[in-house]
């Protein structure tokens, strides 16, 4: 696959930050860098 057609950047918007967390960490098992109280970053 190009470099140029590859996904970069997603933004999810949540109402409840804890709650939207736990469900990408049970379903993905994605970790999450918090930045502040209202933003975190999954990698």
Known sequence: ???QVK???VEFAA???????QFFTDAF?????????EYSAFF
């Open 1 to 3: 696959m190009s470099d």
């Open 7 to 9: 996904l970069d950047y």
């Open 15 to 21: 109402q409840d930050l804890i709650k939207t967390k």
């Open 29 to 37: 098992g994605w970790d999450f860098q918090d930045y502040g109280d």
